[in-house]
């Protein structure tokens, strides 16, 4: 019983079988699908890099960041003149 297995399955995998016009049908058909794929691969990186070109010249034409340096240091907001502090005792 064995045996009847092992000689369907080397029929189902030999060579043999396909004429080389058949596995080459095959192969083309393979790398048409491939290069759909790589397609789309392609596409999402190019649009990838124009977000990263526009977003870098959107940074570039912004204005620089104002930086505001204290002589002293800032009063405290609990400490702010109007605003209530409770006493430590009960916090």
Same mark, same amino acid.
């Given at each position: 019983?064995? $045996?009847?297995? !092992?000689?369907?399955? %080397?029929?189902?995998?030999?060579? %043999? /079988?396909? $004429?080389? %016009?058949?596995?080459?049908? #095959?192969? *083309? &058909? =393979?790398?048409? /699908?491939?290069?759909?794929?790589?397609?789309? =691969?392609?596409?999402?990186?190019?649009?990838? /890099?124009?977000?990263?070109?526009?977003?870098?010249?959107?940074?570039?034409?912004? @204005?620089? !960041?104002? &930086? !505001? !340096?204290? *002589?002293?240091?800032?009063? #405290? @907001? *609990? %400490?702010? @003149?109007? &605003?209530? $502090?409770? @006493?430590? /005792?009960? &916090?």
């Amino acid at each position: 019983m064995m $045996s009847r297995y !092992v000689r369907a399955m %080397k029929r189902l995998t030999s060579l %043999k /079988d396909f $004429s080389v %016009k058949e596995l080459l049908q #095959r192969v *083309d &058909r =393979i790398a048409g /699908d491939m290069n759909v794929l790589l397609v789309v =691969i392609a596409i999402g990186l190019a649009t990838l /890099d124009l977000t990263f070109l526009v977003t870098q010249n959107v940074v570039n034409h912004l @204005p620089p !960041v104002t &930086r !505001v !340096v204290y *002589d002293t240091a800032p009063p #405290r @907001p *609990d %400490k702010a @003149p109007g &605003r209530y $502090s409770p @006493p430590k /005792d009960l &916090r």
